[in-house]
């Protein structure tokens, strides 16, 4: 807290608000080609809404009421034959390489339609966040290319990301809260490998997935300086799933509870332990910890503000249809002023949660931050139009090699610093409760609109308000990232402020 005496020497933070035009700073520099490669896996993405999603998203949300059981099968075919799960993984590792922010828009462009599909094509990305800031591009290499192998053969590999536990949700997802968390998931160092016991819950796809990034503890009393981060192949001996959630909404993407029991997994699947210090100066390891979750929450927080937006945008296309064929008094609804104010204010929504996720972006696209290095000219334009050959036979052997590894860890992680990584944090939070809130918003907005056509299932807009709901829970609470905000953007400049005090 900051005391009346004490604020009275509280630097002038107004000034300060010039830092975050990271747009200005960021478009200069930023290839031109990604302007047409966006607009490319946007349209694709609308193709998929129109024959895919939005033909069956209401069909399946009911389904699902019918059958809790219900698994996407279907629609995780479907996304792999359009090639959603090789889209954004680097062509480095095989992949298709669209540069990543792109993925916000086309993100927002799903969740227009179905905010629950959505999720189904996209929360592979968040498992491939996990790996991708583990930084052990060996391992990243391996798993990456079989989701490649995965596509071409119709037999779909994607990943989830397990961290969230029975008892630590919010804990779990802040380095400086994670010691007081009530955590069960042990990871045993044996020789050759660790022994995981424990379980995870609300487990986006855990189920559906070929592989997870399963986050688990060495001391579950002193986590903040014992994590562990593995790829889990499904099937592997002593790891099931239990059950997966009845939920309020985003149905059509199964939340699932895994099980470890007495797992081994060995050595070769460790993305990164405390190892990772090795060679790299002085840093303590729970400032690499809490980087690794930053650089993970970075990229994904801002994802989840345009899943928000999209939410956001999908229910005011809805009311603004329904405003424009429903009569009222005498009149279209559209031809009411309150309406009109109405439909205006819910655009407005849509417009600042994508501005707000846009500009997270160019915050990790700045020097330090994750996507910097791929949206470097010389780099991006060799990562397009170098042949695939040379990914695949020249460059793909030497990401095995130690040397390697040590200079993607030197590149990213080393050379980032506290700052970069406040900013980039810092802004993903806003980004994510900007958006989500908007999603929230325009949906009982769209709903009080359509009076009670709103809260009938077959108009859709019941329908987004569930869903959206989920989206302020989920990558932390909106209070929890509100905190984050604070911490980063504001109180990490004034010493007297202090976030997450016992
Ligand atoms: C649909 C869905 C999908 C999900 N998918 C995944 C997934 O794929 N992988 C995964 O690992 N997890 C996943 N989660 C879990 C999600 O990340 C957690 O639900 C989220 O982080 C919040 O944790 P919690 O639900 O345990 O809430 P809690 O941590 O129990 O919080 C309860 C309340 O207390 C508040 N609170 C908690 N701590 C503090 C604090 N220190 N200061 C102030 N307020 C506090 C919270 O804001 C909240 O209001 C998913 C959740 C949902 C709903």
Known sequence: MISPEGSKSLPDRGSRFDESLFSLQAMPKIPRGMLKET???????????????RPQALEIDRQTHADPEYLPWDLVKKANEWGFYTMFIPKLFGGQGFNMPASAYVVEELSSACVGIANVVFVHYLGVAGILASWNVSLANKIFRE???GQKS?????ISLAITEPGAGTDVEENELIDRARLNCHAEKVKGGYIVNGSKIFISMGHVSEWCCLIAYRDLKKASENTVTFAVRTGTKGFTFGKHEDKMGQRACPASELIFEDCFIPDEYVLRDSSIREGFGTRPIADLIEQYIHFVVSVTRPAVGAFGTGVARGAYETA???????EVGGKLLINHEWAQAMLAEMYKNVVIGRLSYTEANYANGLPGGIYNILQ?????YYQKYAPKFIFDYLISPLLDLEITQRI???LFVDSQSLEVQQRCSGWASLAK???????VKNSQMAVELMGQAGLRHERGAEKFLRDSKLLQIYEGTNQLNRINLFNNLIGSSIPQARAFEE
């Open 39 to 53: 607009q490319k896996a946007v349209a694709l993405a609308r193709k998929f809404n129109d024959e895919v999603v």
């Open 147 to 149: 989701v490649v192998r």
């Open 154 to 158: 119709g037999k779909p590999s994607i």
């Open 320 to 326: 603004l249809k329904f405003a424009g064929e429903t």
């Open 376 to 380: 470097r000219k010389p780099v991006y």
């Open 408 to 410: 993607f860890r030197r």
């Open 433 to 439: 409760i900007v958006g989500t809130d908007m999603g």
